[in-house]
């Protein structure tokens, strides 16, 4: 029998505390959670041909994700950052924007604007690499979010603007990798590689992804609260 989603991610949040993996910033609950050997996780990221092979990454703004901003911009990529909650769209790093010794910084929120901008959706380059942070992933690829659906929507932005389909990446504590069945929908994310601090699960995920944006799912409060769905319709020409 499948299990809730909100009742996975209050699971694995909790089992997160009781087993003291998770960290700063506290509480876990309601956010993606940062954990313990996210470094040791990007560091088998750095080694996949997926990464080595991407010219521009969008990453996830997210606490666990720090380490992987930070080396994009190192490994000279360009890195591609969502503004919080899409209201803008997407914050453009470029590498030779950063000085060397400054790329965790300049991959912090905190700093992020000093180094990039926020690019216009019709500027945006081809993302050939995309990572979404998760509360909880199945070796399938199936993944559960804090429940807010950014991570869906910015890969069906990218891909309602012409961008073809990318591999998918996230990182993960091992106890945040379930066997517990849940349900996805068609619009929701999945995952082509699962990587944790122990290692790469290939998921054969494929193309269960998003080709696009359903704008018949699109509310007006939606539009409202995110200005670039309204831009992405224009540009579309879905007038």
Do not use: C
Request: no cysteine; aromatic share 8%.
């Amino acid at each position: 029998m499948a299990i809730d989603k909100q009742s996975l991610r209050e699971k694995i949040w909790d089992k997160m505390m009781e087993e003291k993996v998770g960290r700063f910033p506290f509480p876990l609950k309601g956010r993606i959670p940062n954990f313990k050997h996210a470094e040791k996780a990007a560091s088998f990221v750095f080694e996949m041909e997926e990464y080595k092979d991407a010219s521009v990454v969008k990453v996830n703004p997210d606490s666990p994700q720090l380490p992987i901003r930070a080396q994009v911009i190192k490994d000279g990529k360009t890195l591609l950052v969502p503004t919080p909650r899409l209201t803008d769209g997407f914050i453009q790093v470029l590498p030779e924007d950063v000085p060397t010794g400054e790329e965790k910084k300049a991959a912090s929120l905190k700093n992020i604007h000093h180094y990039g901008h926020v690019i216009p959706l019709k500027d945006l380059p081809t993302v050939d690499l995309l990572f979404a942070g998760s509360v909880a992933v199945h070796p399938d690829g199936r993944r559960i979010g804090k429940g807010e659906g950014y991570a869906d929507r910015e890969y069906a932005i990218l891909r309602e603007l012409g961008n073809p389909p990318m591999p998918v990446i996230g990182t993960v504590h091992s106890v945040q990798v379930v066997n517990d069945d849940f349900h996805t929908d068609d619009y929701d994310l999945t995952l082509d590689y699962v990587v944790t601090e122990k290692g790469v699960i290939e998921t054969g995920a494929g193309d269960k992804k998003p080709s696009g944006i359903q704008w018949e799912l699109v509310t007006d409060e939606e539009r409202t609260k995110m200005p670039v769905l309204e831009e992405i319709w224009q540009l579309t020409n879905k007038k």
